[in-house]
Nanobody, 125 residues
Framework: QVGLVESGGGSAQARGSLRLSCTVT????????MAWFRQGPGDERERVAS???????RYAEYVKGRFTISQDGANNHLYLEIKNLEEGDSDRYYC???????????????????WGQGTQVTVSS
């Protein structure tokens, strides 16, 4: 049984940092593509970062240099570190797994078949 549970969101000050965590259960960790998406009210889910089983990472252009995706095999955790927070980073962030993709991580949310419940990030100045 695959499960994804996010944590680490909350309220933060601009120019600060946050680390989001996703606890992954089931036999998929480091075997399939994993990603973090964000979604605001009325918006489509947007991929901000992804990581393949071999560790290849991809980022949305506007987050490069501030967001870092990583995975910890010892704890089956997927992380998203956000530095130099901006008010525009405020959204609900979701952890997702694309079990049909191994070498290439897709950008569209419909290619991901497992999702967590999301964790809210609110940044204020």
């Amino acid at each position: 049984q695959v499960g994804l549970v996010e944590s680490g969101g909350g309220s933060a000050q601009a120019r600060g940092s946050l680390r989001l965590s996703c606890t992954v259960t089931g036999e998929i960790f480091r075997r399939v593509c994993m990603a973090w998406f964000r979604q605001g009210p009325g918006d489509e889910r947007e991929r901000v970062a992804s990581i393949s089983p071999k560790g290849a990472t991809r980022y949305a252009e506007y987050v490069k240099g501030r967001f870092t995706i990583s995975q910890d095999g010892a704890n089956n955790h997927l992380y998203l570190e956000i530095k130099n927070l901006e008010e525009g980073d405020s959204d609900r962030y979701y952890c997702a797994a694309a079990t049909k993709y191994i070498d290439y991580c897709p950008s569209r949310p419909w290619n991901y078949d497992y999702w967590g419940q999301g964790t809210q990030v609110t940044v204020s100045s």
